[in-house]
Structure formats: structure tokens, C-alpha cells
């Protein structure tokens, strides 16, 4: 990619040249073995805390470093360019903690936030159930006010972390007849009786990403572990999806660069009819098209990286990036595997593994259509262009 990122400090990329060296050395040799098992050992987490990989911005009294989010976008993008889908680092970073840190009581930040950053507690977020995906005020997860507790009874599914998780931010129903009003966002620590977890789910992609079911029969956790105000939740969650939008946008640009850099470079060397297929023209056109395309997608995505980071991103910008970015992460990791043949339908091979792992970018944190919808509405209620 020739363009010129201006983001980043000095300090920003020594702290990537240190992650990159990290996951190169501790986590790339062991990825095969996480995927086989699928679920990557708490031991990592920890270790990722003390490189200072989690939470990264996260305000020094609460165990971080008070560094600015910029930090966990080189995470997130070294990560993204190791391949790694398993380590569930920006589950845990970009819609857990956030949550937390946002609407949580100051107990609740300081029972919790500082473990997250270390990596002694890992964070999930349940709000998929299993007839209640992107559609928050479908949800059936029923919170009963019961004196100074909240009873939970129901079930969660695809939950990113569910078998590692110490604690989950639930998504849950305190009022039925409320629709999307009634929707409220209670901290579960996973150590609470009736709190149960399913299965370990295999997935066609992700397969180093822990994903799981969660059941949650009587379990009672105080009112204090609620995030803000009671029925709120679904207002909560409009506010931090433009987040977790964000990072997946990130993370699908440079998974597009990366498969571009890797397919050019075996082009070059792969031999066919008196030359390589790099001397092809239908190749060169291909590439160029699909360089050129993340290249425009770079730029945006940076744009509304510094939106964020000025407080200005709207919901609105988030879903064009996150529509657009992973529609094209998906168009250019296809295009390349072609270029493999045979080899590119090999698991060993990386352009397989991030063609896998590319297809559930359009649908996690929003499915396409969902991003539509709110793209389309934002058009057809502006008076003028």
C-alpha cells in the first residue's frame, strides 16, 4: 500500500515494533494448536496483559496506561496481519471493557477494570440469542428485579470469549412490554450459581476464537452490576456498536493488505507457461483493481479513526465502514485464493485460513443489511445532499 499513514507517533510505532516482535515470537507458532483446540489458554491473555496488549487506553486509575485508543488500533491491526482470529483480544478490549468503563458503578470499574487489563479476567459480551440477533428488542433473556438483586433466566448463543470469559455484560429484558426501552446491561460474573456455559461451538472460520452458548437459570447478581440507568441498555448499545463497527473495519482493511502483499509475492514466484503468473495481464489487472480499492478503503478508514478518536464518529459513517470494508475484505481475499489454485484450498496455506475467517465479518457486530438499513434511513431523512 503506498499510502502515507500520518496517524501514528514515534511512540506508536516502537510500541508495534514491540507487539509485532510478541506475537511473532509467542503467539504465531502456537496458532495452529489453538485452532485444533479451539480456544486459546488463559496463560496468553496474561502474558498479553503484562506487554501492555490489553485494553490500552484504559484511564490509569483504573490499572491502565491512560494511552490514547491508538494504541489498540496497532493491536488490533498487528494481529490482523499475524492472521490470528483466535486471541479474543478485541472482543475483550473494544466491546467489553468499554461498557464497563462507560456506565459501570465505581465499584463495579474497580472490581473488574484493572483484572481486565492485566489479563487475569477476560471479558465477554452476550447479546445474540438464538432468536435474537442484531433486532435488540427481541430479546427473551428476562432480568427480574427481585429487592436488591436482579434474577436472570435465559439463553445466550455465538458468544465470542464464552468459555474463557470471568465476566459477561448481558444484554437482558427488566421490562417485557418495553420493547427496545426495556433492554438493560448487567455485568455476570461467570463464577455466579446458575450461570452455565454450553458448548464450544465449531465454526467454519475463527477456529482459535473460543464461541459458545450461555445458559443462565436463576442467577442473581446485584442491582449495583447493572451499566447506567435501568432500560437504557438499548441506547448503550447504539453508542459503543459504532466502536466495535470501527474495529472491525480496521481489522478487515488490513486483512486485505495482507492478502494482497502475500498473494503478489507468490504470483512472483510461482511458475506457469514459460513465465510466472504475475506476468499474466488478467493478474496485474486483478491486483491492480483490488490494491487500488483497499487503498481508497485505507483512507476512510483512517478518516473516521480520527473521527472517533475526536468524539465525532457518527453510527451512521461506522456502518458505511464496516459494510464497505468487510464487503471488500471478503472480495479480496476470494480473488486472491484464485491466484493459489489447488494450494489455496489448503487450510495450511494462509490465504485459506483468511478466506475462512473473512466470511464472518458481514454478519458479527451488525449483519450487511443491518448497516444498510441504518445507512438507508439516515438518507432518506436528510432534508438535502
Not at 208 to 215: A, I, M, N, P, W
Not at 260 to 273: C, D, G, L, N, S
Request: net charge negative.
Amino acid at each position: 500500500m503506498s499510502v502515507q499513514r500520518t496517524l501514528f507517533s514515534p511512540e506508536h510505532d516502537q510500541f508495534r515494533d514491540s507487539v509485532r516482535r510478541f506475537i511473532d515470537a509467542e503467539m504465531v507458532p502456537h496458532n495452529e494448536k489453538w485452532e485444533d483446540d479451539g480456544i486459546v489458554p488463559k496463560e496468553v491473555w496474561r502474558r498479553a496483559g503484562e506487554m501492555g496488549m490489553l485494553c490500552c487506553s484504559m484511564p490509569e486509575e483504573y490499572g491502565g496506561s491512560g494511552a490514547d485508543w491508538l494504541y489498540d488500533v496497532v493491536v488490533i491491526e498487528e494481529l490482523a496481519r499475524a492472521g490470528l482470529s483466535g486471541p479474543g483480544f478485541v472482543v475483550h478490549s473494544e466491546m467489553c471493557a468499554p461498557y464497563i468503563l462507560a456506565w459501570g458503578s465505581e465499584e463495579l470499574k474497580r472490581e473488574w477494570l484493572p483484572k481486565m487489563v492485566t489479563g487475569e479476567a477476560v471479558g465477554a459480551i452476550a447479546m445474540t440469542e438464538p432468536n435474537a440477533g442484531s433486532d435488540v428488542k427481541r430479546l427473551q433473556l428476562r432480568a427480574r428485579r427481585d429487592g436488591d438483586d436482579y434474577v436472570l433466566d435465559g439463553q445466550k448463543v455465538y458468544i465470542s470469549n464464552g468459555q474463557n470469559a470471568d465476566v459477561v455484560v448481558t444484554a437482558a429484558k427488566t421490562d417485557p412490554e418495553a420493547g427496545a426501552r426495556g433492554v438493560s446491561l448487567i455485568a455476570v460474573p461467570t463464577d455466579t450459581p446458575g450461570f452455565e456455559r454450553g458448548r464450544n461451538l465449531k465454526k467454519i472460520g475463527m477456529k482459535g476464537q473460543d464461541t459458545s452458548e450461555l445458559f443462565y437459570s436463576g442467577v442473581r447478581v446485584p442491582v449495583g452490576n447493572r451499566l447506567g440507568d435501568e432500560g437504557k441498555g438499548f441506547a448503550m448499545l447504539m453508542t459503543k456498536l459504532a466502536q466495535e463497527r470501527l474495529t472491525q473495519a480496521v481489522r478487515s482493511v488490513v486483512c486485505a493488505e495482507t492478502a494482497i502483499r502475500q498473494t503478489v509475492e507468490y504470483t512472483k514466484t510461482r511458475e506457469a507457461f514459460d513465465g510466472t503468473i504475475a506476468d499474466f495481464q488478467n493478474t496485474q489487472f486483478v491486483m491492480a483493481q483490488l490494491d487500488a480499492e483497499t487503498t481508497a478503503m485505507r483512507v476512510f478508514v483512517d478518516w473516521c479513526i480520527q473521527r472517533f478518536m475526536a468524539g465525532e464518529l457518527t453510527s451512521v459513517d461506522a456502518a458505511k465502514a464496516k459494510m464497505l470494508s468487510t464487503d471488500l475484505h471478503c472480495k479480496v481475499v476470494d480473488q486472491c485464493l484464485q491466484f493459489f489454485g489447488g494450494y489455496g484450498y489448503m487450510y495450511e496455506y494462509p490465504i485459506a485460513r483468511a478466506y475462512v475467517d473473512a466470511r464472518v465479518t458481514r454478519i458479527a457486530g451488525g449483519a450487511i443489511e443491518v448497516m444498510k438499513q441504518i445507512i438507508g434511513r439516515d438518507l432518506y431523512s436528510r432534508n438535502e445532499m
